[in-house]
């Protein structure tokens, strides 16, 4: 049909038709047929270009996990075609933790699970959380790998993430599993104070993760792990900005549109609008002003606090931008009289190349400070331990 109406577009516009009868004119719009397909093709190709090194699109997160897990086979492997586990699992009786996140965020958790962190990760698509079915799946595998012990699943605030988890809980709680689950929220540009728990999850999650898997790894209770996970997640508050969208590798379609010389404050992982439209382009002192004041406003830091920080990469800027943002921050900080405790900075989770960061806080007690700094050792996140 494109072919067609593209044919009949070009003929009424010079005025031509073409007539069975006449075989000029028949070889005439073979020609044209064979050049408009040409410049359709050309066009198409200029329009969706994209440069990732991918096979199939199909074969994306396939591949990727393959990649991933044999790259670290000391720390993880395949428990099933598509679930990563620990390679050295806990000792029976332990909590196991389990978390479902979409592909395209890497390394994201499926990064930064192994010793001190996560037990079982069940990868989604790019950028769409795993179905709950997989996610029960996982959750079995946990149940039974920690001699049937009680299982912790880890939620991150999106919308399909709490739907598909609540089905996986229904499925495994049905089956008798043992397993309760906590919520994860920190974005501040989602949803109005006196309303964080309507709030995305975003990279302060991270904190969440390492502290259970800090008190999970030492034995501690299911229960104690919730309730220390509860006031962590209350206690984190993530803004992010963005300068550039990604691709998206299964369409070739940016993410989201922005000028060049435009940067948005507030966006989500996945690019979701912020509560500010476009701001024009401005220095990293000048964008770090303005997010950690918001961040220490809305989360109420004070003098004398102590924090974890957190600045998270989007995917395509460089250590350089984000060595330059933390030392304003720790400026801030200073000023504030507010001390930071052993910051987190890098590429962690990413949105594909989308340029940009994530600035996340986290009030600290010293039993924060002690997991915070417990050993850790995943592909993409360790830690030695000790808390100098």
């Known amino acids: 049909m494109c072919r067609k109406s593209t044919v009949i577009l070009y003929?009424?516009?010079?005025?031509?038709?073409?007539?069975?009868?006449?075989?000029?004119?028949?070889h005439f719009y073979e020609v044209l047929l064979h050049f408009t397909e040409s410049r359709i093709t050309h066009s198409r190709r200029k329009l969706m270009v994209m440069k990732k090194l991918i096979n199939k699109t199909e074969d994306i997160v396939k591949e990727l996990n393959a990649g991933l897990v044999k790259s670290h086979s000391d720390i993880i492997q395949l428990a099933a075609p598509d679930i990563i586990i620990r390679?050295?699992?806990?000792?029976?009786?332990?909590?196991?933790?389990?978390?479902?996140?979409?592909?395209?965020?890497?390394?994201?958790?499926n990064g930064m699970m192994g010793y001190g962190m996560h037990d079982v990760e069940v990868p989604g698509g790019i950028f769409a959380c795993a179905g709950g079915d997989r996610i029960y799946e996982g959750i079995k595998i946990a149940w039974e790998g920690s001699g049937h012990h009680p299982v912790l699943l880890l939620i991150a605030n999106h919308e399909g993430d709490v739907m598909n988890a609540g089905l996986a809980l229904d499925l495994a709680r049905d089956e008798g599993i043992d397993v309760e689950s906590v919520l994860l929220y920190d974005d501040i540009a989602s949803a109005p104070k006196g309303e964080e728990k309507k709030r995305r999850g975003m990279a302060g999650m991270t904190f969440s993760f390492k502290i259970a898997g800090a008190m999970a790894e030492e034995g501690k209770k299911r229960e104690e792990i919730i309730k220390k996970v509860e006031e962590v997640t209350a206690g984190t508050r993530t803004i992010a900005v963005a300068l550039k969208p990604c691709t998206i590798p299964t369409t070739g379609q940016p993410l989201f549109t922005l000028a060049d010389d435009e940067l948005l404050i507030g966006p989500g992982v996945h690019g979701e609008p912020g509560p500010e439209g476009p701001l024009k382009m401005m220095s990293a002192n000048e964008v770090m002003d303005i997010v950690a004041h918001k961040v220490l406003t809305d989360g109420e830091f004070k003098n004398g606090d102590e924090v974890l920080v957190h600045i998270n990469g989007s995917g395509s800027t460089t250590l350089m931008e984000m060595f330059i943002l933390y030392n304003r921050l720790d400026e801030i900080l200073t000023q504030k009289k507010i001390k930071p405790f052993k910051?987190?900075?890098?590429n962690y989770i990413t949105t594909q190349e989308m340029a940009g960061f994530s600035l996340s806080l986290c009030r600290a007690n010293s039993e924060v400070k002690r997991l915070w700094a417990a050993t850790a050792n995943t592909p993409y996140f360790k830690v030695m331990g000790g808390m100098e």
């Open 11 to 26: 003929f009424t516009v010079s005025n031509g038709y073409v007539k069975g009868e006449n075989i000029f004119l028949l």
């Open 343 to 346: 910051p987190l900075i890098g």
């Open 87 to 109: 390679k050295k699992p806990k000792a029976k009786g332990k909590v196991w933790i389990v978390f479902g996140q979409g592909a395209g965020h890497e390394p994201g958790y």
